[in-house]
């Protein structure tokens, strides 16, 4: 009798398994197929962390002519069929070709006539109506291949219009079950067009057309407003930038909308794949290294950056990294004015990016006015990008605004010192130095101002070049510091149980 009731006992402790949660991960870009930002990196690796706690996944993506043909040669076809789309009922065709790697199904919508450019991104007036397909042609391939998920995970505006296709033209449809999330990963592009063109192009009824949903203006709809009124839940990549969002200055027009939507909309910190970026095992980097061995090891990848980019090489100067789209948004014009005042003979700065002309061309001015002290790489490179994180001292993010940001994990990950503004996603992941307790993660600085930039970059000399011991002690504490996705992914499935109890 009283081994029955210590077995009964026991059966109540045991806790309920919680129910497996199937995810369709809706967005413009992925790496490794295709990549121009940090969209792409979470793409990538948010359904891989998510797999790990035992979800589903299945990301969708378009075909991309420009993905590698490594990737198109491995996709196998899963079946098309003919969509309308446009107002005048013009019939598109719709492709799906799969390809399952690593756990995660990527199901790539194939259509020529949309995806056939060099670039994802080209102009409004082709990249609209793209994006209108995909989505449709999203939703309609999950029906065609009978795979309805729990939740439908979309990303940026391009995606935007997912939410208001299913509950419209699909309303009624297998995959009309599924609950939406759509999660803002830059507020500044929104996919804003002429209203009666945005009508044409995307088919939907006049019933979204109104101010509380698309109508942005008197003249304008807005892909991006009507997604977030139609979502049933807003995420976005910080909770910072989920803050921000909702003033007139971070709010790019939309700030009222996200406030009357305030009550659906959460910040969830993004993470890093830790796989992807390993210093101990990188293959990219000249020498690997972990905790134990930072110090030593970052100096030969120090003195092999400097060969390779034709600097001076000397392990003592203090290396200052750059990674960056060159635009507005990434406080590129405090750097261009303060970059004299930085290059002192012990200081070697390597810009990479592309972007606007005026920063490319403002940044081989650098190069050439302070050879051997500044090499700017103006191209997109992988490989560069990880010498840069393994072999640079420092790297800085001033950003006017930063959702998220995800160089300064990745700089962390590799016990480089991030310099960042107090802004989105970098106020919430990197602790400023205190140099009387001696803890933090990097230097930071508030108001969006050259000086204070120049300031936060010097106290990171300071301590550099006069207390290496607590300038070391940084380095590992920020290699220790967790910033996998783990935590994050886990909020995310939280809220999928929340949607879909
Ligand atoms: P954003 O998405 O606003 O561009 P993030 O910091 O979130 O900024 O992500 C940028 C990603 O793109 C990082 O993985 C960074 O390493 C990468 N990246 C940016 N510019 C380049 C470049 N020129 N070459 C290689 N990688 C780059
Ligand atoms: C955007 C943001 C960046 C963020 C990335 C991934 O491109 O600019 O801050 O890290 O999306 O969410």
Known sequence: MAEKIVAEQKTQDIPMPEPRRSVAFIGSECYPFVKTGGLGDVMYALPKALIAQNCDVKVIL??????????????????????????????????????????????????EEFFS??????????????YSFFSKAALAALNYMNWIPD??????????????????????????????????????????????TVQYWTGLPGEVFTIDVMKQS?????????G??????????????????????????????????AWKLRGIVNGIDCRQWDSSSDEKLPAVYDCSNVIEKKKENKLALQRALGLREDENLFVIGLISRLTDQKGLDLVNSILPAVI???????????????????????????????CSCIMYDEARAHMIYGGSDALLVPSLFEP?????????????????RETGGLKDTVQPYNQFTNEGNGFTFDRYEAGLLLDAINRAKTLYFTERGRWDEMVRRDMEKDVSWDQSAERYRQLYLELKP
């Open 62 to 111: 378009p075909r991309y002519r420009c993905i590698p043909q490594k990737f198109q040669d491995k996709m196998i076809y899963r079946g098309e069929f003919w969509m309308d789309l446009f107002a005048d009922g013009r019939r598109f065709y719709v492709g799906i070709m799969e390809y399952v790697w690593d756990g995660v199904v990527y199901d790539f919508i194939d259509n």
């Open 404 to 420: 998220c940001g995800l160089t300064q994990l990745i700089a962390m990950h590799y016990g480089t010192v991030p310099v960042v």
């Open 151 to 196: 939740i439908i995970h979309c990303h940026d505006w391009q995606a935007a219009l997912v939410p208001i296709y299913l509950r419209t033209q699909f309303a009624g449809t297998p995959i009309a079950g599924a609950k939406t999330i759509l999660t803002i990963h830059n507020l500044r592009f929104q996919g804003i067009y002429w209203l009666p």
């Open 344 to 374: 002192d003979g012990n200081t070697q700065v390597v810009v990479l990016g592309t972007g606007d002309v005026q920063y490319e061309n403002a940044f081989r001015y650098y190069e050439d006015a302070y050879r051997g002290s500044v």
């Open 117 to 130: 450019s060099g670039n994802p991104y080209t102009n409004l007036v082709d990249d609209m109506p793209k």
């Open 218 to 226: 008197y003249a304008d709809a807005n892909m991006l407003k009507g």
């Open 228 to 261: 977030l009124a139609y979502a049933d839940m807003i995420t976005t990549v910080s909770e910072t930038y989920a803050g921000e969002i909702q003033t007139p200055f971070y709010g790019d027009g939309l700030d009222s909308h996200l406030r009357h939507h």
